[in-house]
């Protein structure tokens, strides 16, 4: 658990310190999915931008939310393999468009411009784009199938529970 910890910290260290030198790796694979090391962190520097955070100054905050990070990721890769196994759920392309363009629209506004959100994503807007566009996709999957199972739940009336 100790050297489990100490390794992790050291990626986390290594790319907060050294960004350009990077080294890529898996981190977990969930049916034909894989969570890559630069996936993880990508997201975790989003989230730290989103919270105010900085990782240069905050590292244990920046571990935790990796963690959380790479826990969050495995979850949704789970239910996406079983969203997609699910042939009733359909996620058409005008519904995926809509949904991105309302998350860039937020990154943009939390990045304060566009030039500025491309600086922090070290990407063009329209390679930013391209790049969110399946995991929006993927996100709607998760929620129509989310939607389909608490839509067959039965509601409990106190009574009921309190007969129980």
């Known amino acids: 658990m100790i ?17 350009e030198q990077l080294v890529d790796g898996v981190v977990a694979l969930v ?21 105010g955070i900085n990782p240069q100054q905050n590292p244990y905050i920046v571990s935790s939310l990796y963690d959380e990070t790479v826990d969050l990721l495995i979850d949704q890769f789970v239910l996406l393999s079983a969203a997609k196994r699910d042939t009733n ?14 998350q860039l629209n937020d990154f943009i506004l939390r990045a304060g411009s566009k030039k500025q959100l491309e600086k922090i994503m070290g990407k063009s807007f329209l390679e930013i784009k391209a790049d969110y566009w399946e995991d929006i996709q993927s996100l709607l999957f998760i929620e129509k199938y989310q939607q389909q199972i608490m839509s067959k739940i039965q509601t409990v009336s106190r009574q009921e529970v309190e007969i129980f």
Request: glycine content about 0%; overall charge negative; hydrophobic content about 55%.
């Open 89 to 102: 759920i359909i996620v058409n392309k005008k519904d995926v468009d809509t949904a991105l363009s309302q």
């Open 3 to 19: 050297m489990k910890n100490l390794l992790f910290s050291f990626f986390v260290f290594s790319f907060v310190f050294l960004q």
């Open 31 to 51: 049916d034909d999915h894989v969570v890559l090391h630069s996936d993880v962190l990508e997201q975790v520097n989003m989230v730290a931008m989103q919270k």
